[in-house]
């Protein structure tokens, strides 16, 4: 089992950027594939990026494709999610998730088995 603690979020200005961080805790962490999905008021939680156990495959919705960028460091647990030329769009609560499959890096909230509580960000016009 694995624990999640995500960090980073806030109030910024559209244009401006983010780093959200997503640390882990409990079995090794690089027996996980692991996922960034966010959730606006009143909509579903959407698909955001995700990336293997290695780091060596990610995967982008198309929202965000050449504007976010995810990375892992299995040294310290952490996976994280820089996001540049922010857009009021990307207001939402962002949860980092676990799967058990360490080649996992689909888009379907289902493929993951464990969720972090999530952080804010707001993204101001």
């Known amino acids: 089992q694995v624990q999640l603690v995500e960090s980073g979020g806030g109030l910024v200005q559209a244009g401006n950027s983010l780093r959200l961080s997503c640390a882990a805790s409990?079995?090794?962490?690089?027996?996980?594939?692991m996922g960034w999905f966010r959730q606006a008021p009143g909509k579903e939680r959407e698909f955001v990026a995700a990336?293997?156990?290695?780091?060596?495959?990610?995967y982008y919705a198309d929202s965000v494709k050449g504007r976010f960028t995810i990375s892992r460091d299995n040294a310290k647990n952490t996976v994280y999610l820089q996001m540049n030329s922010l857009k009021p769009e990307d207001t939402a609560v962002y949860y980092c998730?676990?799967?058990?499959?360490?080649?996992?890096?689909?888009?379907?909230?289902?493929?993951?088995?464990?969720w972090g509580q999530g952080t804010q960000v707001t993204v101001s016009s």
């Open positions: 990336i293997t156990w290695s780091g060596g495959s990610t």
């Open positions: 998730a676990a799967s058990n499959d360490p080649h996992y890096s689909g888009s379907y909230h289902w493929g993951y088995d464990y």
């Open positions: 409990g079995r090794t962490f690089s027996s996980y594939a």
